[in-house]
């Protein structure tokens, strides 16, 4: 990451929850359409292929916490 990338990165994360969550919708919206979309097919299909595996595998679904504890 370059230096002023960094410099917003951490400016943004020490604002208040509300303001990170507008601050990244006002980025996402940013964005053209065309990305969004792909970005979409490309998460549906990761997603699609997820579950499947997980399907296949019999696994047992975590919690979120326990996913993140789990990093």
């Not at 208040?16 to 097919?41: F, H």
């Not at 296949?56 to 993140?68: N, Y």
Request: hydrophobic share 40%; proline share 3%.
């Amino acid at each position: 990451m370059n230096p002023t990338r960094e410099s917003v990165l951490e400016a943004a994360l020490n604002l208040r929850e509300e303001d990170r969550a507008a601050l990244a919708e006002a980025l996402l919206d940013s964005l053209s359409p065309d990305d969004e979309v792909a970005d979409d097919d490309a998460l549906a299909a990761e997603l699609d292929a997820r579950y499947a595996d997980f399907e296949r595998s019999g696994g047992e679904a975590i919690s979120w916490d326990e996913l993140k504890r789990q990093q």
